[in-house]
């Protein structure tokens, strides 16, 4: 019998750990989103708003980013996987230790597509664009090549 008990408080403790993970109720209109130059995935040039969960500490994240024309990220990689949707204007990705422009794709508006955890890549914004990212912290960035500034 004890051994019966030792299961279900496994099973118990399992369950209310994974609800205590489980991110809050949240209803933002664009008003409510704030902006700033600061944060887990801002860099110099561009802006970010937090919507859920950090990057930086355990668990799962959405940030919405927003980059001015001209804005480019040299080959890098990230510590997690993430997804994003580019939800207004274009953004050019391509993948790889080395920033090729022909290498580069489009993705308008609407558009989706991954950076798996540990994959090389690279962007290129040419017109401002605001992008949607989601992945599971703690989140990082590591430029393959010197980023310009760096």
């Known amino acids: 019998m ?12 399992a369950a209310l750990a994974v609800h205590a993970a489980e991110p809050p109720v949240v209803a933002l209109t664009p008003a409510q989103m704030k902006w700033s130059a600061q944060g ?5 040039g561009m802006e970010q708003a937090l919507l859920i969960g950090a990057p930086d500490k355990p668990g799962p994240y959405t940030v919405r980013l927003k980059f001015p024309a001209g804005f480019k990220l040299a080959p890098h990689i990230h510590t997690d996987s993430r997804e994003i949707t580019i939800l207004s204007g274009s953004w050019y990705t391509g993948y ?4 090729d422009p022909a290498g580069l ?5 609407g558009s989706f597509y991954t950076e798996p955890a540990g994959v090389a890549h690279y962007v290129e914004v040419r017109e401002p664009t ?13 430029f393959i090549e010197a980023a310009p500034g760096e």
């Open 2 to 13: 004890p051994n019966k008990s030792i299961c279900a408080l496994a099973l118990m403790a």
């Open 130 to 142: 605001v992008i949607q990212v989601s992945g599971t912290g703690p989140s990082g960035r590591k």
């Open 40 to 44: 887990g995935l801002a860099l110099p």
């Open 105 to 109: 794709k489009k993705l308008p508006a």
């Open 96 to 99: 790889g230790e080395k920033a």
